[in-house]
């Protein structure tokens, strides 16, 4: 977990160079951070040249100092400039790894479906010669559908498949019954006997669900990639508040300004100050476990006898198999279809064409399903580390920013900086979250308000876990239920330039427009009191007897 945001530590630090205390001399000069203030890139204007009063300082402890108020604020905004880099640093190293993960895992999948494409064309090829060759667009339409569900795109695969095997009924049936002239109309008539009828015996019953499983359960896995990028994306780019920047400015800078550069942070004191700047994002830490708990159970389920690679590579032998299936009894598929659908006539060519397909044998998908398997192995084996690693992620930021920053060593406790002076650190560290920051002494919170673009991401986060349990149950994930796209101009998966060219996943948002089937209320209401309103007769009634009492 440390090696997302170790790696970014080393980018920037928030610890400025030191340039030594100064001990108790009498007259202390501020040449040192005058020098380190120069090397930030800021004018020296108006820097004193030796300690002056602080009254005038509003966040540093007031007392002797070489900070003038401009010079407070300098350092306030840079300190919140550098944190935030920090932050984004991580965040990019974190995405990195998930774009890792997903550029593997997709690539590995579109080349199974291309390995399966293309065995199904040369064994169909070698077996079925001209049927498959005037036929050819269905079997690559079914490819081309299965590629565009897995994308993300709005495509009810239930339908495909249903679409694909009422399709290939017709031609076959065409096929092995050329002696008769047959019409659109008759066809049509054919492939809506297919679920009575079942031609191609169990195998689209099976292939249906085995298929269903697969590619609901992929394209969840990859989608849930994806919104963790971009959720780590969104957070990072989350702005500090005024609050955290002024603890950031007394950790880090205000110790300069007493002439105390050496001075480090006590542990706890950090602890307090990245716990309270860093509360909201703390809060994902719920819903970004279950997320990463629910991948790693869906990836436990891609390798296997029944996993990713037999599946997708089998798809050839089992259309092979239920054609067969239904030349092998084309004869009692003929007598019922005649039955339903009425006679045909003749007027087509004299031979019927079904035993020469039958007489070529089965087709088999030569592939070396071994290979495929380790390969499907290893990469549940690191997405699966990876996701573990990443689960504290959220909770580990404090630690993990303040490891190279605090005190250490025999005495640092005593002799660390604790906000106001070189002395020991006495309140406790908070608790993770929003809510346990209420008494945090360094960090002041308004755990009433939290920050609503990461409100919208734990949202986010929930969705698609509720996604992926559907996908574990091999319910269909609907990806294109939305009008919008929350996803932004970029892949949250993408760092600056790491993306290679990657399809376009649709995100899910939290607030869809309000389509009414019905009347909205009001207007129920409304047409209700139309409804119920008394006649004029009525009304005039009322009136007439109200005079007649006057």
């Known amino acids: 977990m440390d090696s997302f945001i170790i790696a ?7 610890t400025a160079p030191a340039y030594g205390d100064k001990g108790t001399s009498k007259a202390r000069s501020c040449s040192d951070i005058r020098q380190f203030y120069s090397g930030k890139g800021f004018t020296l204007d108006g820097v004193p040249q030796s300690e002056i009063s602080g009254e005038h300082l509003r966040i540093c402890p007031q007392g002797y100092t070489c900070c003038t108020s401009d010079m407070e604020d300098t350092l306030a905004m840079l300190s919140r400039r ?3 880099g ?21 690539g590995y999948f579109l080349e199974l479906l291309n390995r399966s494409a293309i065995s199904l064309q040369e064994n169909f090829h070698q077996t079925f010669g001209l049927l498959y060759y005037e036929n050819a667009q269905i079997f690559s339409e079914l490819y081309t559908d299965l590629r565009n569900y897995y994308r993300g795109s709005n495509v009810n695969l239930e339908e495909v498949l249903n679409e694909f095997w009422a399709r290939l009924l017709e031609k076959l049936f065409n096929q092995a019954n050329k002696q008769y002239s047959i019409s659109e109309d008759y066809l049509e008539c054919v492939s809506k006997q297919i679920e009575t009828l079942r031609p191609f015996g169990e195998t689209p019953r099976m292939m249906k669900t085995m298929v269903t499983r697969t590619f609901v359960a992929t394209r969840s896995f990859v989608q849930g990639l994806v919104v963790s990028g971009e959720v780590v994306r969104k957070v990072s780019q989350v702005q500090l508040s005024q609050e955290c920047m002024r603890a950031m400015m007394t950790m880090t800078y205000c110790p300069h300004c007493r002439g105390m550069a050496s001075a480090r942070p006590c542990a706890n004191y950090c602890s307090n100050v990245m716990k309270g700047c860093l509360a909201n994002q703390a809060d994902l830490n719920t819903e ?3 997320l990463a708990e629910t991948m790693m159970q869906v990836a436990g389920r891609f390798d296997g006898a029944s996993g990713v690679d037999s599946v997708v590579l089998s798809i050839p032998t089992r259309i092979s198999e239920a054609m067969f299936t239904m030349m092998d009894n084309i004869e009692p598929i003929n007598t019922k279809l005649f039955q339903a659908c009425g006679n045909l006539r003749e007027g087509g060519t004299s031979s019927t064409g079904a035993d020469d397909i039958v007489k070529k044998g089965k087709v088999t998908v030569e592939d070396r399903l071994g290979t495929s398997t380790n390969k499907m192995e290893k990469l549940v084996s690191d997405v699966t580390m990876r996701l573990r690693e990443m689960q504290p992620y959220w909770v580990s930021l404090p630690s993990v920013l303040c490891s190279d920053r605090v005190a250490t060593g025999t005495g640092a406790e005593d002799k660390c900086w604790n906000g106001m002076s070189r002395a020991r650190y006495f309140p406790e560290v908070m608790g993770d979250g929003l809510a346990s920051q209420i008494n945090n002494p360094e960090v002041e919170i308004d755990i009433t308000k939290p920050d609503m673009t990461i409100r919208q991401q734990i949202m986010q986060l929930k969705i698609m876990t509720h996604r992926l349990k559907n996908a574990l149950n091999g319910q269909d994930v609907d990806f294109q239920d939305t009008s919008d796209d929350v996803s932004g101009s970029g892949s949250g998966v993408c760092a600056d330039d790491v993306c290679a060219r990657s399809p376009r996943l649709i995100f899910p948002v939290t607030q869809r427009p309000v389509n009414y089937p019905y009347l909205p209320e009001n207007e129920k209401v409304k047409a209700s009191a139309n409804q119920n309103l008394p006649g004029i007769p009525i009304y005039l009634l009322s009136l007439l007897m109200l005079l007649l009492r006057q």
Not at 8 to 14: E, I, N, R, T
Not at 93 to 106: M, R, V
Request: aromatic share 8%; with cysteine.
């Open 82 to 84: 550098e944190m935030e």
């Open 8 to 14: 970014a530590l080393a980018v920037c630090s928030l």
């Open 86 to 106: 920090l932050l984004k640093d991580a965040g990019r190293s974190l995405q990195t790894s998930l774009n890792g993960q997903y550029k593997a895992f997709d």
């Open 288 to 290: 970004w476990r279950h």
